[in-house]
């Protein structure tokens, strides 16, 4: 357990890659930390961060690490659950007697400082996250943020602030957003995911809600908040889920239900947005509402937005092929994400290029897998991305591929899909997951036009 990560030079980031790692790698080294990490393969954000002067590390070698991060009480050691218990890097500092803590840790202990604004849920977060943050800045408040993607209007997954205003996309894996103090929070979604965390529906409510209790017994803030403290939950929870929560406060708490519905914002505003951003949008403005905003700032923030990174990003637009990378990894994400694209393209066939990640949510959500992939035209299955998982007996993207009710299908690699893609000329593509098949893009692209 680290009390005060204030008190150390240096900090040494394993996984420093990842996108939640490379963010906070990025403050601690604007904050004159010395700052170093180990990631196992070469990363845009691994990349920016070696940019801006950190050193990265790609190779399991001790000998690589300089002589300033070798003192274990000058250095602190973060790391993320990616990362194997049996990695050189962590079982030398474990043997050395450094402090290593957990990201969520480090993150708690910064936002600490802050007035936390914390969104959370299975879905929508790093877009309403971002969305809300843009929507701040424009209005002036100049707030400080931590996303789960890239933002396009900042070319980053961290904001740097002059205000008391942080805006936290909670990572509820592992029960990270436990970490978390916040004075304001949402809820966009519950769905069942993270299998390896939440062994049933009830343990993942308990969590939620008491990330909801944090809020209301918010005793470790350092600072005064004038923020109404508030939980707001989307009003696509179902109810039970609603009332499972709120059972467990006492009668003087109340949940605020909010709603997808747009009327509050000028939908000329949100002209470049697909419908599930639409309605992501209503979550982040009545947000920013609550915090003060005035409804025509809001409507001007979004005439300037730009989107996220890898949520519903075009690549390329024209009429002979239209292609859209999306994050989507969950049955939900896949359904909502393919009914967008049906709505804006009705009359085109939708060939989707899906990798699955991780064997476990596969396993788990085999089914409505199955059932949602069977909704495009064409499907091409990738490789599981295991990311942080072992490989489970039988749970394989061929086995995926057998249950699902589609004429056209391939299960493929690299070069399969280029001769897949040659052969049967699509006009509107999809590149989905949350691994790495962003990286089949500019190989599509030269393939099709």
């Known amino acids: 357990m680290c009390q005060d990560f204030k008190k150390y030079k240096n900090i040494f980031f394993l996984g420093i890659g990842g996108v939640g790692m490379s963010g906070l790698a990025s403050w601690c080294y604007s904050k004159n930390f010395n700052v170093m990490g180990y990631d196992k393969n070469i990363s845009v954000l691994s990349s920016k961060l070696e940019s801006m002067g950190i050193k990265v590390i790609y190779k399991l070698s001790l000998q690589s690490i300089t002589d300033n991060f070798l003192d274990n009480s000058t250095t602190l050691v973060v790391f993320t659950p990616a990362i194997n218990e049996e990695n050189i890097f962590l079982d030398f500092f474990n043997k050395n007697n450094f402090v290593v803590v957990k990201r969520a840790e480090l993150l708690g202990q910064i936002c600490s400082d802050y007035n936390v604004i914390a969104i959370t849920g299975t879905h929508g977060k790093t877009t309403v996250s971002i969305m809300l943050s843009h929507i701040l800045t424009v209005a002036g408040y100049d707030p400080n943020a931590f996303f ?34 916040p ?15 939440y062994e049933s529906k009830d343990s993942m409510v308990e969590a939620y ?31 039970e889920i609603f009332d499972k929560i709120e059972s467990y406060f006492e009668t003087d708490i109340k949940l605020t239900q909010i709603s997808h519905t747009t009327n509050m914002i ?35 923030a979004f005439q300037s937005f730009k989107g996220v990174k890898r949520r519903f990003e075009y690549h390329h637009h024209s009429e002979k092929l239209i292609l859209i ?34 064997f476990s949510r596969t396993q788990a959500l085999e089914e409505d897998f199955c059932k949602v992939l069977s909704l495009v035209d064409k499907l091409v299955l990738l490789d599981i991305y295991p990311a942080r998982e072992l490989p489970i007996k039988g749970v394989s993207s061929e086995n995926l591929l057998k249950k699902i009710n589609l004429k ?38 030269t393939t099709l036009l």
């Open 148 to 181: 789960g993607g890239i933002s396009n209007n900042y070319q980053s997954n961290v904001l740097l602030g002059k205000s008391d205003y942080m805006i936290v996309e909670a990572d509820e894996y592992d029960r990270s957003f436990l970490e978390l103090n």
């Open 183 to 197: 004075v304001m929070g949402l809820i966009t979604s519950l769905d069942r995911d993270h299998i390896d965390t």
């Open 209 to 239: 809600a008491m990330f909801c209790l944090n809020i209301f017994n918010n005793s470790t803030i350092s600072i005064q908040s004038s923020i109404k403290r508030e939980v707001f939950i989307s009003n696509s929870i179902k109810k």
């Open 266 to 300: 000028d939908n000329g505003s949100l002209i470049n947005l697909c419908d599930h951003n639409v309605k992501n949008a209503a979550l982040a403005t009545q947000l920013a509402l609550s915090l003060g905003v005035k409804k025509t700032v809001i409507e001007k």
């Open 325 to 358: 990378d999306d994050y989507a990894h969950h049955p939900k994400e896949l359904s909502v994400l393919i009914e967008s694209v049906r709505k804006l393209y009705s009359t085109k066939k939708i060939f989707l290029i899906f990798e699955p990640h991780l």
């Open 408 to 445: 056209y299908k391939w299960c493929s690699d690299y070069n399969n899909l280029k001769d897949i893609l040659k052969e049967q000329h699509p006009s509107l593509v999809l590149t989905v997951g949350a691994g790495e098949v962003f990286k089949l893009i500019p190989m599509i692209k």
